[in-house]
């Protein structure tokens, strides 16, 4: 059995304190990952003596606009991205991955910064929030420092978080006009199902009907979520009445093995990754030809 001291605050400040001031301290949020690791003894847990539970913190669940960004608190659960009118009016993508997750227990009690942290490959915020540019500000008793979210992730359930930090706030970029945004999940059911794929896609269309600043971001697809480039720069500069949307989607999955490489998953995931772009893609140009 691990057993462990527990700590509780309402303060941020006395958090940062705590991990100052121990060296073995692990932070609890909605412990829906947590305590599931804890019961089964994970090997993924790290070696800790202290719980600080950070839940109580009111500063940890604001959600604010604030010069052309949004800023959340990484307490901000699940339901609160669902019916957040800021998220739901600004980043659509959000709240539709928000809505797949597990069942309302665990919406209602998993946290947006628990599932960064927790880094999962099958974590359903990372793809959109990727996609979206998001970054993450991490506080220690030393300041602040501010990274994008793709590079504060450092493999599968590993962040380039310090023992003594603390997540304080996801802060996503507002979109400009002309903006798309569409989000794909295929799980093997459909209530509580950890996503088998899922593919988050942002992009801009211009006037022209030409799609620019691309952005696609499968999860599930590649050890730990990050964009595909190559299918990137292939939708750029595409007219939404020629766009070949087999093509796209052959050039999305040899993207996906050239980073995996051949795995028993691939006959499964390889077709299936083209499905889930050319969908997003459909709705997307529907979309965007309804505004025309
Ligand atoms: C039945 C079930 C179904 C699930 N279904 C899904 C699903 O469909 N999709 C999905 O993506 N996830 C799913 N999950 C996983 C989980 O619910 C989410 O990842 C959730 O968002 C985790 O948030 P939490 O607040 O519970 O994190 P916790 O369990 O409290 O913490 C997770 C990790 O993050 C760290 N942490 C949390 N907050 C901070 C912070 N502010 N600063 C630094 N470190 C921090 C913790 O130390 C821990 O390492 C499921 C879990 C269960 C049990």
Do not use: C
Request: hydrophobic residues 40%; neutral net charge.
């Amino acid at each position: 059995m691990i057993s462990y001291e527990f700590l509780t605050t309402q303060k941020i400040e006395e958090a940062l304190n705590y991990l100052d001031k121990f060296s073995k301290v692990h932070i609890l949020a909605g412990g829906t990952d947590l305590l599931v690791n804890l019961y089964k003894e994970s090997p993924r847990l790290p070696d800790f003596d202290y719980l600080l539970d950070i839940s109580n913190i009111p500063e940890l669940k604001i959600i604010n606009s604030i010069n052309k960004f949004i800023e959340i608190g990484p307490l901000v659960t699940h339901s609160r991205l669902i019916n957040e009118p800021l998220i739901k009016n600004n980043f659509p993508v959000l709240m539709e991955a928000a809505y797949t997750i597990g069942s309302t227990q665990i919406r209602n009690r998993g946290t947006i910064g628990g599932n960064i942290v927790n880094a999962s490959p099958a974590a359903d915020l990372l793809p959109p929030l990727i996609a979206l540019r998001a970054e993450v500000e991490l506080t220690s008793r030393k300041g602040k420092r501010v990274l994008p979210l793709e590079e504060f992730l450092a493999g599968p359930y590993k962040t380039k978080l310090q023992a003594n930090e603390l997540l304080t706030k996801i802060k996503i970029p507002l979109l400009s006009d002309n903006y798309y945004t569409d989000f794909q999940k295929i799980g093997r059911r459909k209530a509580l199902s950890i996503a088998r794929l899922s593919l988050a896609l942002v992009t801009k269309i211009d006037e022209e009907g030409i799609f620019q600043d691309t952005r696609v971001v499968p999860g599930s697809a590649t050890p730990y979520p990050q964009s595909l480039p190559v299918t990137e720069e292939a939708i750029n500069g595409i007219s939404i009445f020629q766009i070949n949307l087999e093509e796209i989607g052959k050039i999305t999955s040899n993207e996906m093995v050239s980073i995996t490489g051949e795995r028993w998953s691939t006959p499964y995931k390889k077709p299936t990754i083209a499905v889930l772009i050319k969908r997003a893609l459909e709705r997307i140009i529907k979309e965007a030809k309804t505004n025309e």
